[in-house]
């Protein structure tokens, strides 16, 4: 479990121009849990993701994470359940081949050779690269590079997998299946999944989702829960899913929309519905 | 093609490359492409990653080992012998998709200073350049010229490398992947910027990037690569209209037109070249007899 109690950071603590990127934040991740965290950049976000790795300490409150609290003199400890994915593949990966690449991090662990064996060849099989193991990294595209990034995280068997924006640089349609993968994954490993995104889109896919804006969080719940404040997105800088969007618009217009609508799909069943209410009401 | 009474400010003919030719590790990135680009034409080269998007803006300002006749510029071939590629390099601005690969300064003011410098303009055109090219990105002169550069987010060092392209007042402006890792807001404004900055100095634009979406509203024409080929060429609207075959593609679609594909099972005679929300909505509402 991951636990916030009361955590702010601030950049230059101390002086004039001190920076407060996170203002006493409260927050609770079950074991297995996956979550969406959005917001604009300078809304904290990644300052979080920083303090969960032990990157950066909090200057007031606590995190602990499975009980053991975020401190210095603990950071292996809490490296060892967390691992982080970040933006640009290129700034993570050490090795020239893809296997090596993915042992790289359960080797440095000091683990015997035939579970490090096995820890490689099950998280390219987790992440669809067990065709190409033997591959050079520089061959790949990036979306198969982030995918290398992730299996290394994941060879670590962390008891939460944090990606920090890993797919802001990919088109849409490999994005989204990388983080389908991912989804996946969790519901076999019972591994919590944080995932920090500007991507509506990939959001609406998992199970929370937390919105931020200047180190507070502002909205927080299920994906149809928070997309429904379309007004309350635009005003901390966000974009809200078109079909959210234009269902709340259609409404407005009185269109009579039932259910709650995160993607087209939800949007076309909710406009057949509304055509045979109209349809019948007319006539 | 399009009228041909001015000669195109860039063209390329029957253009290949093959990287590391001659090697074991050959890997042919073009497989001969033809375009032409014409003056104040605001164009987005756009295709999945791989598809030679690069390879071709490296063309553009001679960064490859080219060989002649396949590259013009102005109508003079850049690969013939004698030719001033310096000069050319003053004439086509690029802007990389990572910022920090061409930010060399420490300070933002003597980043954006750099070019001008290094192609001797006096001092005080310099001053003068540095401080038009940072108000016109939103990044006030007197209050942005002495900041650090590492200590700004990734939009504002992305804004720091576009003026120091735009103080060097090239007529042909090259945006890499302009709008990777920015977020919605950011996205906007850099939005708004371009369509401005576009106009004001009628400034040739080249969009390069796998997301039709930010491209679609900042040009008027797409030329579609994949595997190193010309696919599509035509009026962004025309080649948008072709949703379901570039749904194909690893690219983003503007999210209309994803949204338009899938009411399509709805109204079958809903057009699918639509490019804002609006559009859309007002679409919708025609169909369901909602005035």
Known sequence: MIELEGVSFSYRMGEADAVHALRGLNLRIEPGQSVAII??????????????????YATEGEIRIDGIPVREENQWEVRRRVSVVFQDA??????????????????????????????????LEALGLEEIGERLIEDLSSGQKQRVAIAGALAMRPQFLVLDEPTSLLPVPVALRLISTVRDLKRSEGMGVLHVTHSMSEAVLFDRVVVMDAGHIVLDGAPAEVFRH???????????????????RLRARGVPLNGDVLNETDLRNALSAAMEHLAESSG | MRSGEEAPIL??????????????????????????????????????????????????????????GQVYYDGQDVAAPGYDRRKLRREVGIVFQQPDSQ????????????????????????RRRVEESLNALGLPYPEYRLRYVHALSGGQRRRVAIAGVLAMHTPVLVL??????????GRRELLELLIRLQKDRDLTLIVCSASLSDASLLCDRFVVL?????????????????????????????EPVIGARE??????????????EDELEAELLKRLGVA
């Open chain 2, 103 to 126: 930010i060399i300064e420490d300070v933002v003011g003597a980043d954006v200073a750099f070019g001008p410098t290094v192609a001797g303009l006096p001092a005080e055109e310099t």
């Open chain 2, 11 to 68: 063209e390329l003919r029957n253009f290949r490359y093959t990287y590391l030719e001659g090697t074991p590790r050959a890997s042919e990135a073009i497989r001969g492409i033809s375009f032409r680009i014409r003056r104040g034409e605001r164009v987005g080269i756009v295709g999945p990653t791989q598809s030679g998007k690069s390879t071709v803006v490296d063309s553009f300002s001679h960064l490859l080992r080219l060989k002649p």
């Open chain 1, 230 to 248: 379309v007004e309350k997105l635009r005003e901390v800088g966000l974009d809200v899913p078109l079909a959210a969007s234009l269902a709340s």
């Open chain 2, 176 to 185: 890499d992947e302009p709008m990777a890792g920015l977020d919605p807001r």
């Open chain 1, 39 to 56: 917001g604009h950049n300078g809304s904290g976000k990644s300052t979080l993701v920083k303090l969960l790795t032990a990157v950066l």
């Open chain 1, 90 to 123: 290129d700034d993570q990966l050490v090795m020239n081949r893809v296997e090596d690449d993915v042992a790289f991090g359960p080797e440095n662990l000091g683990l015997p050779r035939e579970e490090i064996a096995e820890r490689v060849k099950s998280s």
């Open chain 2, 263 to 276: 009411f399509k099972k709805l109204f079958p005679d809903l057009p699918a070249e639509i490019l804002t």
């Open chain 2, 226 to 254: 994949d595997e190193g080929r010309v696919v599509m060429d035509g009026p962004v609207r025309e080649v948008l209209r072709e949703a379901d075959w570039l749904a194909r593609l690893d690219i983003t679609l503007p």
